[in-house]
């Protein structure tokens, strides 16, 4: 897939691009550096500098947290899923890792290639920052239901409780 226009149209399936004009993804399209993987092969470590994000073209990688001697498998990408977002806008430390977990071919998005064509095209973050906010909004959503979902346990846990208490005395 080094064709530029199915470049084009791969990132703009992809949700993080899809706000994005043709141009705009044309000149991401351009930065796109196509790797492969070995099954097994680990891309980046929780609390590694994340410095790019990926786009899967085959195969499956793992997004991993690590549980003390155990990892606990957060979510599989698959074939035009596209992880490690956060790197490219902040350049902070990796809050999960990814490993390989069959041979993958990814595309590998650099931060420094990204913020240089950030630069040349502002208007390509406001398409980026609009599914930001969204996923945020989300985010803040499903916390409030985790929130309520809490509350409501602990009254039932509470009445329980003392019926329990009631009983045994």
């Not at 985010?139 to 979902?149: E, P, V």
Request: hydrophobic residues 40%; negative net charge; glycine residues 8%.
């Amino acid at each position: 897939m080094n064709n530029t226009l199915d470049r084009v149209l791969l990132l703009h399936k992809t949700e993080i691009f899809s706000q994005l004009n043709m141009d705009e993804l044309g000149q991401l399209a351009g930065i796109l550096e196509e790797e492969e993987f070995d099954e097994g092969e680990i891309l980046f470590r929780k609390g590694d500098l994340g410095n790019a994000a990926y786009l899967v073209l085959s195969g499956q990688v793992e997004i991993t947290l690590p549980q003390g001697r155990r990892e606990e498998i957060l979510a599989v990408m698959k074939p035009g899923d596209f992880f490690g977002e956060m790197a490219l806008l902040d350049g902070g430390t990796r809050s999960a890792g990814a490993r390989c977990s069959s041979a993958a071919r990814l595309y590998r998005l650099n931060r420094r290639d990204f913020l240089r064509v950030l630069n040349r095209h502002p208007s390509i973050s406001l398409g980026i920052i609009s599914i930001f906010s969204e996923r945020l909004r989300n985010g803040n959503r499903q916390l409030s239901s985790l929130r309520k979902a809490l509350g409501d346990f602990r009254e039932v846990y509470e009445n329980n409780r003392n019926l329990m208490d009631d009983l045994a005395r």
